[in-house]
């Protein structure tokens, strides 16, 4: 880990430069996420949280990219969405379960930060929501998500709706999957709140 103001480990011109093709990194992601609970479970929260940060922000310069290179079969990038909710179910919510912030606090460390800003820095949906497979998928993680026993997690699947709810073009079947959602959370008023706010993209 750095100390005070030091530069992260991936900017050290040291190490080794790591090449790989982007189904190469599309195929590393997908078994980083699918084999999430036990390969980074040696990692601490401030190290995982660091290491995420790294693959989904602008500082991995094209890594969040590489699923959407042409030269990616559609069917893998479609596997590695299908494995992303492990990340959530497996290793991000059982460490962040016992944390009860207010929402949007960012408190929990670097791996808190992650788990609520996933989706805003994210560039990879953004960059293929004009692909009704991309839709699907990310639907499939939101969804999956909300079920996570995890209030970090949910919230940061609400966070995420809102962002994307306009590009999934699926209100109505957003609509009823919040509704379930409020139904199971209906004494946390404030993720009910929150809830009803991403369901019409109203987060920021």
Same mark, same amino acid.
């Given at each position: 880990m750095p100390a005070a103001n030091e530069e992260? =480990?991936? =900017? @050290?011109?040291? /190490?080794? /430069?790591?090449?790989? $093709?982007?189904? /190469?990194? $599309?195929?590393?992601? $997908?078994?980083?996420?699918? @084999?999430?609970?036990?390969?980074?479970?040696?990692? +601490?929260? /401030?190290?995982?949280? %660091?290491?995420?940060?790294?693959?989904?922000? +602008?500082?991995?310069?094209?890594?969040?990219? %590489?699923?959407?290179?042409?030269?990616?079969?559609?069917?893998?990038? %479609?596997r590695m969405m299908q494995a992303f909710p492990n990340l959530w179910r497996d290793c991000i919510g059982p460490r962040l379960q016992d944390v009860s912030n207010p929402i949007g606090a960012c408190t929990a460390g670097r791996l808190g930060y992650v788990c609520y800003m996933w989706f805003d820095v994210w560039p990879t949906f953004r960059t293929a929501r004009h692909i009704p497979d991309w839709c699907d998928a990310l639907w499939n993680v939101f969804s999956e998500m909300l079920d996570v026993p995890c209030r970090e997690v949910q919230v940061a699947a609400l966070h995420g709706i809102g962002h994307e709810v306009h590009a999934l073009q699926r209100e109505d079947i957003v609509e009823r999957r919040i509704a379930r959602f409020i139904e199971a959370a209906r004494d946390d008023t404030e993720l009910v709140a929150y809830a009803r706010a991403a369901a019409s993209g109203m987060v920021q």
């Open positions: 992260e =480990w991936y =900017w @050290n011109d040291d /190490e080794p /430069e790591f090449a790989a $093709t982007p189904l /190469e990194w $599309t195929r590393i992601q $997908t078994v980083l996420f699918a @084999n999430a609970g036990i390969d980074i479970a040696a990692y +601490s929260n /401030e190290q995982l949280g %660091m290491g995420l940060n790294h693959l989904i922000g +602008s500082d991995a310069g094209s890594i969040p990219h %590489m699923a959407n290179d042409p030269s990616v079969p559609l069917a893998d990038a %479609m």
